[in-house]
C-alpha cells in the first residue's frame, strides 16, 4: 500500500499541490483525474521521487520515503516500475533490449536468467513473438505493451503509468487497461495510473481521486463517480453533450 499525507508543493509563487491525502491499496488500479494543469503529473513525481513536496510525506508499505536514508529509499525505488508516458523506448535498442535495460542496470543476474525474465515478461503482454524486433517496426499499442513489460521486468511492488492510452485508438486503449489491470490482480501490484480517458474511469477505476486545482475534491470508486455532487467533478465527466444526456440518467 502506498499512503500520501498532506503533500503540497509549489514552484516559486504558484501553489500546484495544496495538502493532498490518500491511500492507495495494493491488487488495485488506483486513478488520479482531472483537467490539464491540475498537478497530476507533479502529485506523481512527488510520489516517485523526481519532484520533493514541501510538506507531506509519502508511505511506502508504512516507510516514509522522505525520511528514509539513502539505502531506504533505494531499496524503494527499485520496488517500483514506471511506465512513461509515450512508452520512453530506446529507439536503437530491439524490444528484447529494451525490456532487459532494468535488468542490466540494476541487478547481476545472469545471462540466462535475463533472458528467461525478460522472455516471461514479453510472454506476458502478448509480445513473445516481437522480442527481435525495433521500435520502429511496432505498432503504438505494441510500444506500450514493451514499456509495461520493461515496468514489471523488476517485478515491483508498486506501478506507476503516466497517461498509459495517450495516443492510442479506443480499441487498443480499452486492451492496455485491461493488461494493466490484469497484471496489478494477478503480481498484487499497487498501481497508480494518471489518466483523462473516461474509459478508463469507468473500466479500471477502482479506486479515483479526483484533483481540481491542487486539490483532492473528490475520492471514490468508478460505480459511483457519475453519481457526485461535486461541480467541477461533473463538469470534467460530463463534457461533452452524449455524456450529459446519460449523467442525467444515471
Ligand atoms: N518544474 C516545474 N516548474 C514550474 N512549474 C511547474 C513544474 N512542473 C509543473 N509545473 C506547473 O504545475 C502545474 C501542474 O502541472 P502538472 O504537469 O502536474 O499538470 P497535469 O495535471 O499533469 O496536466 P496534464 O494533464 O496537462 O499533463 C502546471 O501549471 C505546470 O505548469
Known amino acids: 500500500m502506498i499512503e500520501i499525507q498532506n503533500i503540497a508543493k509549489a514552484f516559486h509563487d504558484k501553489v500546484v499541490l495544496k495538502g493532498i491525502s490518500s491511500k492507495f491499496e495494493k491488487g488495485q488500479t488506483n486513478l488520479i483525474i482531472g483537467g490539464s494543469g491540475t498537478g497530476k503529473s507533479v502529485l506523481l513525481k512527488c510520489m516517485i521521487g523526481l519532484v520533493k513536496p514541501d510538506q507531506g510525506h509519502v508511505l511506502y508499505n508504512g516507510r516514509d520515503f522522505y525520511n528514509s ?42 545471462s540466462e536468467e535475463k533472458r528467461e525474465r525478460v522472455a516471461f515478461c514479453l510472454e506476458r503482454v502478448g509480445l513473445g513473438a516481437a522480442a527481435r524486433r525495433m ?3 511496432i505498432s503504438g499499442g505494441m510500444k506500450k505493451r514493451v514499456g509495461i513489460a520493461r515496468a514489471i521486468v523488476m517485478n515491483p511492488m508498486y506501478l506507476f503509468c503516466d497517461e498509459p492510452n495517450s495516443g492510442l485508438d479506443p480499441l487498443t486503449s480499452v486492451k492496455i487497461d485491461e493488461l494493466i489491470k490484469e497484471i496489478t490482480e494477478e503480481y498484487e501490484i499497487t498501481t497508480v495510473i494518471i489518466t483523462h480517458d473516461m474509459n478508463s474511469v469507468m473500466e479500471i477505476g477502482q479506486n479515483i481521486i479526483f484533483l481540481y486545482e491542487g486539490s483532492k475534491l473528490w475520492e471514490g470508486i468508478n460505480t459511483d463517480i457519475t453519481k457526485t455532487d461535486v461541480p467541477e467533478l461533473k463538469e470534467f465527466l460530463f463534457s461533452n453533450k452524449l455524456l450529459r444526456e446519460m449523467g442525467r440518467n444515471v
Open 135 to 137: 521500435p520502429s517496426e
Open 69 to 110: 536514508d539513502k539505502e531506504t529509499q533505494q531499496s524503494i525505488r527499485r520496488e517500483m516500475g514506471v511506465l512513461f508516458q509515450g512508452g520512453a523506448l530506446f529507439d536503437s535498442k530491439t524490444v528484447e533490449e529494451n525490456v532487459r535495460f532494468p535488468l542490466d542496470m540494476l541487478t547481476d543476474q545472469s
